[in-house]
């Protein structure tokens, strides 16, 4: 089945400044690559995506890209704030039906004021 | 905002008791599954289910069960608690796209 690594596991950053969180899947198979934001007492809630066909995509100040050929793909966050902090969840799926979703293993980011 | 919802939030409950965690969702998604999310943070899917009547385990061996029998709801059960089972239980519900779940927020429990 798919294995899907992440890293760092914890990751501080200074308010303003850039963070980046990388992951590695297994699967040549998975076309689906999402990232989940979990707040403190909430559950995790999906904030970006990218499908395989696509390189990179951007929503305001965080950007995902994906480089298919090594089988790996990233989450940058760039200009960061206190609203950030947050533990970040990279995710495989080989698409739609009845595939299940692979999680990582999580990234827990502080933002220093 | 995701219409999924858990109660209870918080439990802590003896050895022993028989204990259910409810799960509803109000998007008529077909697709529902229960985590277990460790103090480490990792997400381990416990169980899932693709429809009424239809539920699997998941990756993560669980000596809870669940059941499918509307729609809307899927709850978990455990027959007898042990420490062991103490974690945070995260239920999620997704439509035709497997990779857009919604989480609700989850059921911290504590098995005394």
């Known amino acids: 089945g798919e294995n899907v690594e992440q890293h760092p596991s914890t990751l501080s950053v200074q308010e303003g400044d850039s963070a980046v969180i990388k992951c590695t899947y297994s699967d040549s198979a998975s076309n689906y690559f999402p990232w989940y934001k979990q707040e403190l007492g909430k559950g995790p809630q999906l904030i970006i995506d990218i499908r395989s066909n696509v390189g990179e995509k951007k929503d305001q100040r965080i950007a995902v890209t994906l480089n298919k050929t090594a089988k790996h793909f990233s989450l940058h966050i760039t200009e960061t704030q206190p609203e950030d902090s947050a533990v970040y969840f990279c995710a495989a799926s080989i698409g739609f039906g009845n595939e299940k979703l692979t999680f990582g293993t999580g990234t827990r980011l502080t933002i220093i004021p | 905002e995701a219409d999924i919802y858990q109660t209870p939030r918080y439990l802590v409950i003896g050895t022993g008791k028989k204990i259910t965690l409810e799960c509803s969702q109000t998007m008529g998604h077909d697709k529902m599954y229960w985590y277990q999310q460790d103090p480490g943070m990792e997400l381990h899917l416990i169980h899932y289910?693709?429809?009424?009547?239809?539920?699997e385990k998941g990756d993560l061996s669980s000596e809870s069960t669940v059941s499918r029998i509307r729609t809307e709801h899927f709850p978990l059960t455990l027959e007898s608690a042990r420490p062991s089972h103490t974690s945070q239980y995260l239920c999620?519900?997704?439509?035709?796209?497997?990779?857009?779940?919604?989480f609700g927020p989850g059921t911290r429990l504590t098995v005394t």
């Open positions: 999620a519900s997704s439509g035709m796209v497997v990779y857009e779940q919604y």
């Open positions: 289910s693709y429809g009424v009547n239809s539920t």
